[in-house]
């Protein structure tokens, strides 16, 4: 039952905020027509910290494009395979296009702010790539994030030995320059398809 909710949350979100937002104007300088979140109200500013708890605005980012993907270092089996496969694809394509790489930050945000400290989240970006930047902050600055990226997330009941699931949203976004998002990276066709996705939209 797990598996489904998180499959279905980012298909009704992101239906939801284009069928509300699909006619709003776009600088010159946004996201081109053709992609496919043009126009979408989606990302937004946020406050977290980083692995060393140094506070970071998603305004640090402006002039590069973003990966986001929100999800929780005790996640079982979806977050993580998510994030190797987006990893896999940005080395895929970090390796034909460097200089391009080069301007593209990866990003993982924590939804379990409970337990998924600075240091904890450190440890697990680190083990994928340390091209990936990985936050968290408090319960509200966390919710502030999610809410920005229309990601869904809840805490799942407790189990006898302590531990719990997050059901969340599984959404991969690609941004733009000037934070925009642009597409969805379809991380469930794996790092091929996700390195394509990225040489087609990064320039």
Known sequence: MWKAKHAFAPIAAIALTLSLTGCGQKSSDAAPADAPLAGAAIGGPFDLVDSASKPVKWSDFDGKYRIVYFGYTYCPDVCPTDVARIMQGFAKFKAEEPELAAQVQPIFISVDP??????????????????????????????????????????????????????????????????????????????????????????
């Open 114 to 203: 409970e337990r998924d400290t600075p240091a904890k989240v450190g440890e697990f970006t680190h083990a994928f790539s340390d091209d990936l930047l990985g936050l968290t902050g408090t319960p509200e600055q966390v919710k502030a994030a999610a809410d920005a990226f229309k990601v869904f997330y809840k805490k799942g009941e407790m189990s006898a030995g302590g531990g719990y699931l997050v059901d969340h949203s599984g959404i991969t976004y690609l941004m733009g320059r000037k934070g925009e998002p642009i597409a969805l990276l379809p991380v469930d066709k794996g790092p091929e398809a996700v390195a394509a996705e990225l040489a087609r939209w990064v320039r």
